[in-house]
């Protein structure tokens, strides 16, 4: 067994074949968890190389096991891929996507110099052989011969395997690759060169290369299976006290500093699908702070190396103990936010509203405004958070995508860092109002109340949001407006309180109404923000359920419960009953108390500029002809391949398709069993009986825009 750190330039530089083995599992990386990260990082260091000329970033991008075979008949080398056989071959990918770019902008010599590594010699070729270095043996070869073979620009939507998630890979990295390309203020020329050389040369592997004898099944066993992996804190903890050697610190000393060694730091954390350390986590968001830039959990450890050797121009004492104190401040921060009868100040109230959202993208911006480094006053910081705050609980209640709030806050960091006390308050409104993206606006007034006034509350957010939300009102009755103080009294303990429904979910017993058109009114307005409180404790069912007057009525228990502000308007205006008309009243006073909590700045009134869907190919999916009226429910759809002309299939609600007595999730699903499992672009499979193919219908909605 031979063990060599090198680079794509090392392991791809020389004719070979590394071969993917039949029996491993199909290509499954993804935009979100490793594209996107992976670009991120080369375009980071290319721009280092960029601004910092002579001067070489490298980004570690893990292992990868070989194992030697046979000599081809031509005399090339063959490869099986033991392990690692995602990260080779979305590099070939990347590389073979930039060498199009390239391509595609009169670069020909330097795409030359990446298809050398994707592509052996034609001399190395033999009759009817495939030139690409990597090659796969199971399901994954069409899709990835036919995307590495096409010759650019190529047109991925009349690929034969267009939808697989290599030729969507491919698609990602090209179009990335050449917007990059296309923006910068240097030439494309020096920037091509900077991002060959980092594709070449700037991405470390470590090879581990068996002979044919050794057993490859005992390693990949002790790679994947065996131990426990280490997180970004571990890594970053062992390249610290490296680091802090090397400067002549006293490890010993430093380490009764290093904060991360109690049950706090060490407890397990979810963000998303990823689950990691809370010390690992904090990291990742204490970077994100320092450099303003989104960073993958999965990228901390690399992003913290580079930033720490090549952008934070101290040493790493001084940066432990920057991190110290941070992390003493967090924890504080988090575990009072978590005390339901502590006086919270604006930073842990912010905290505990953001923990029962499940939102961890605005910790940055509380390190940043909290650091040692900065002097913002606690009334300039508590702004800046109603601000971050209410831009996100906006969206919240509209219940927007959350995907592109954590980039909008780090840019938003990088953007603002450095404002004077003066003025940063006003340049980070400034920054969110001027979002006009439908995934990152800050949404106005007008909106949220046409929204709020008809939408089902208890059904579209959880027990605890609900809580949290109602518990703002309440608040906002005892004189909270925002984050300024209270003139009659203290904060609502954030206790678990019963969330009630004041007209009862189920009134029919004692809350009758003359027909069946008031029967649906009555139904759809139960569950509005309108008709829901707090309490301290459940009702009695029978009192909850029971009708509203009467000594014994619920109006009666209500206001033996009476410990809430905001349930004493209920009792005090219902004395003639409690109906729809009440629920409407109340609805608009709880969308003021939830607009004051949650301000937005005088005049901004939360326009986009891409409110209206657009599509694309890429985009478009069968659902958006159901939807667009395209595409009628009960359509039947005949096959327009001749091998398959009896195949027929019946549209169902939501693009899906019945086809032979099943129902499959889209017409796409249904065409491969067609094809007894092997994939194709649907669009052109499928075509309404007597009528336009799907393809056609789809190049119908996107001339509708």
């Given at each position: 067994m031979k063990t060599d750190l090198t680079t794509p330039q090392g392991i791809f530089g020389m004719p070979q074949h590394l071969t993917v083995p039949i029996y491993q599992r199909p290509y499954v990386w993804n935009e979100e968890e490793q594209w996107a990260p992976l670009w991120a990082d080369i375009r980071r260091i290319t721009e280092h190389r960029l601004d910092s000329p002579g001067v070489s970033a490298k980004h570690f991008l893990g292992a990868v096991v070989t194992q030697d075979a046979e000599a081809g008949p031509v005399g090339v080398q063959e490869f099986h891929i033991v392990d690692g056989q995602q990260r080779l071959t979305t590099l070939q990918i990347a590389l073979d996507a930039a060498a199009a770019a390239f391509q595609q902008r009169d670069a020909s010599a330097l795409a030359a110099r990446l298809t050398f590594l994707t592509h052996n010699d034609a001399m190395f070729a033999g009759h009817d052989d495939s030139r690409l270095k990597l090659r796969h043996t199971n399901r994954d070869r069409a899709a990835f011969d036919e995307v590495m073979l096409a010759e650019p620009p190529i047109d991925y939507a009349h690929l034969d395997h267009g939808d697989s998630l290599i030729a969507r890979a491919h698609e990602y990295f090209t179009s990335h690759i050449g917007a990059w390309l296309d923006a910068g203020?240097?030439?494309?020329?020096?920037?091509?060169?900077?991002?060959?050389?980092s594709l070449q040369h700037s991405l470390e592997l470590v090879i581990i290369r068996l002979a044919p004898d050794e057993d490859s099944q005992e390693i990949f066993e002790t790679l994947n299976a065996r131990g426990t992996p280490l997180t970004a804190a571990d890594l970053i903890k062992n390249y610290v006290f490296q680091r802090l050697k090397a400067e002549g610190q006293d490890t010993i000393e430093a380490y009764r500093r290093w904060p991360f060694e109690t049950k706090f730091w060490e407890a397990e954390v979810s963000v998303g699908r990823f689950a990691t350390t809370r010390s690992a986590l904090f990291l990742g968001q204490w970077l994100v702070s320092q450099v303003g830039k989104e960073i993958s959990p999965r990228s901390t450890f690399a992003r913290f190396k580079f930033f720490t050797e090549h952008e934070a121009g101290r040493s790493m004492s001084a940066l432990l103990d920057l991190i110290t104190a941070q992390a003493a401040t967090y924890q504080q921060l988090t575990e009072i936010a978590a005390d339901s009868h502590a006086d919270l100040d604006r930073a842990a109230l912010h905290l505990y509203r953001m923990s029962v959202a499940q939102v961890e993208m605005t910790k940055p911006i509380i390190l940043w405004l909290t650091s040692p480094e900065t002097s913002y006053r606690p009334t300039t910081v508590a702004a800046v958070i109603d601000a971050v705050e209410s831009w996100i609980i906006r969206r919240r209640l509209l219940r927007l995508q959350s995907s592109d709030l954590g980039r909008v806050a780090a840019e938003m960091i990088a953007a603002v860092r450095g404002a004077s006390d003066a003025d940063v308050v006003d340049r980070v409104q400034h920054y969110l109002t001027s979002l006009q993206s439908a995934s990152t606006y800050w949404p106005g007034d007008e909106e949220l109340r046409s929204t709020l006034r008809s939408m089902h509350f208890y059904r579209?957010?959880?027990?605890?949001?609900?809580?949290?939300?109602?518990?703002?009102?309440?608040?906002?009755?005892?004189?909270?407006?925002?984050?300024?103080?209270?003139?009659?009294?203290?904060?609502?303990?954030?206790?678990?309180?019963?969330v009630e429904h004041i007209l009862p979910r189920s009134w029919r017993a004692h809350w009758p109404v003359m027909d069946a058109a008031a029967e649906a009114e009555r139904d759809d307005v139960v569950h509005r923000l309108g008709n829901l409180t707090l309490l301290t404790g459940s009702l009695n069912a029978s009192v909850s359920n029971g009708a509203w007057l009467g000594k014994d009525g619920k109006r009666a228990a209500l206001e033996r419960h009476d410990a809430f502000l905001m349930n004493r308007p209920i009792v005090t205006s219902s004395a003639d009953g409690w109906d729809e008309a009440s629920i409407a009243r109340r609805t608009d006073e709880l969308i003021d108390a939830l607009l004051s909590t949650w301000p937005v700045p005088a005049g901004h009134e939360g326009k986009t500029v891409d409110r209206v869907v657009r599509f694309s190919k890429a985009t478009t999916s069968y659902a958006n002809l159901v939807d667009a009226g395209l595409l009628a429910v009960g359509t039947a759809l005949v096959c327009m391949d001749g091998r398959w002309p009896d195949a027929c299939g019946t549209v169902l609600a939501g693009g899906q398709m019945l086809y032979d007595g099943k129902t499959y999730s889209s017409p796409a699903a249904a065409a491969r069993v067609v094809r007894g499992g092997r994939s194709g672009n649907a669009w052109y499979f499928w075509k309404v009986e007597g009528g336009p193919s799907l393809n056609d219908l789809r190049e119908q909605l996107l001339q509708q825009g």
């Open positions: 203020p240097e030439n494309i020329t020096a920037r091509a060169d900077a991002l060959a050389m579209r957010f959880s027990q605890p949001m609900q809580r949290m939300l109602l518990q703002a009102v309440e608040d906002w009755y005892r004189g909270y407006t925002s984050s300024g103080p209270s003139k009659t009294g203290i904060r609502i303990h954030r206790d678990k309180h019963q």
